[in-house]
Nanobody, 120 residues
Framework: QVQLVESGGGLAQTGGSLRLSCAASGPTIDVNTISVMGWFREYPGNRRELVADTGHGGVPHYGEDPAKGRFTISRDNAKKVVYLQMDKLIPEDTAVYYC??????????WGLGTQVTVSS
């Protein structure tokens, strides 16, 4: 069982930056337990889209939305943490950001989400 805890959300102004973190924990996980870690975001009305993810080797993959080029995903396997550096924020980035992790057995864990609000 993998538990994920996000942090770093909050309020930012247009053009500002935020850094989200997501830490994985569990009684049996180690650095090789988790394959992909990433971030989705959910807008009001429950539309959810992939922001970015990264495999165990750290190669990033970004979704098709306008966040591409402004956001950077990175990962620390030893700490079992994935980060999302968000720069040049715009009001359209306002959403709840969810961390996820794919791990052994084809399972996926989700964090509880962290709110990001960008004011104009």
């Amino acid at each position: 069982q993998v538990q994920l805890v996000e942090s770093g959300g909050g309020l930012a102004q247009t053009g500002g930056s935020l850094r989200l973190s997501c830490a994985a924990s569990g009684p049996t996980i180690d650095v090789n337990t988790i394959s992909v870690m990433g971030w989705f975001r959910e807008y009001p009305g429950n539309r959810r889209e992939l922001v970015a993810d990264t495999g165990h080797g750290g190669v990033p993959h970004y979704g098709e939305d306008p966040a591409k080029g402004r956001f950077t995903i990175s990962r620390d396997n030893a700490k079992k943490v994935v980060y999302l550096q968000m720069d040049k924020l715009i009001p359209e980035d306002t959403a709840v950001y969810y961390c996820y992790a794919d791990y052994k057995g084809g399972r996926r864990a989700w964090g509880l989400g962290t709110q990001v609000t960008v004011s104009s």
